[in-house]
């Protein structure tokens, strides 16, 4: 009988996605994704050129939206998701280019499928709340 896993309890999530190496090699390859899709070129010139620290902050945020450790707290104080885009023009392209770079880092991380599948339903309601253009 195949075992059927349970996300969402306690820690499963961060578990499954390797813990804190594997949610560290997710955000590597979400920021190289959008450093690469033509369909990201806009969200990604929203960013500085210097990645450090963007990727330390959603490697943190994951940890702890995960059931990990509450490391960006630790670090960086409380936040709210939708609250720290507001100062962005994000529309409902951009908001599909985030989830297509999730998407495509998600598929290189030999994650199960029902992970990644998981993670992306997931991560679309966040994701949506960051829309801050609604024309
Ligand atoms: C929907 C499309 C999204 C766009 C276009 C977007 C874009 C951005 C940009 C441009 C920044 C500032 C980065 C910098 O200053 O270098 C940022 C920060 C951040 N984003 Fe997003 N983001 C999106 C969705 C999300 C989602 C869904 C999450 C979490 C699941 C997330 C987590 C974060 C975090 C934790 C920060 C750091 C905030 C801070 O400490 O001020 N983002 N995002």
């Known amino acids: 009988m195949t075992e059927t896993a ?3 309890i306690g820690d ?3 578990q499954a996605a390797g ?3 594997g949610v560290k090699a997710l955000v590597e390859e979400f920021y190289l994704q959008m450093s690469t899709l033509d369909s990201a070129k806009t969200i990604r010139a929203m960013h500085g050129d210097d990645l450090t620290v963007t990727k330390d902050k959603l490697f943190r ?3 702890g939206w995960m059931g990990g450790a509450k490391l960006y707290q ?3 104080g409380t936040i709210a998701i939708p609250l720290a885009h507001n100062h962005l023009d994000i529309g409902t392209e951009e908001v599909d280019a985030w989830l297509e770079c999730m998407q495509k880092a998600l598929q290189k991380q030999n994650y ?3 992970l990644q599948q998981y993670l992306l339903k997931r991560l679309a309601i966040p994701a949506g709340l960051c829309q801050t253009r609604h024309s």
Request: with cysteine; proline share 6%.
């Open 6 to 8: 349970v996300y969402g």
């Open 12 to 14: 499963a999530t961060f």
């Open 19 to 21: 813990g804190e190496t």
């Open 61 to 63: 945020f994951l940890c």
């Open 74 to 76: 630790e670090k960086y």
């Open 112 to 114: 199960p499928e029902d």
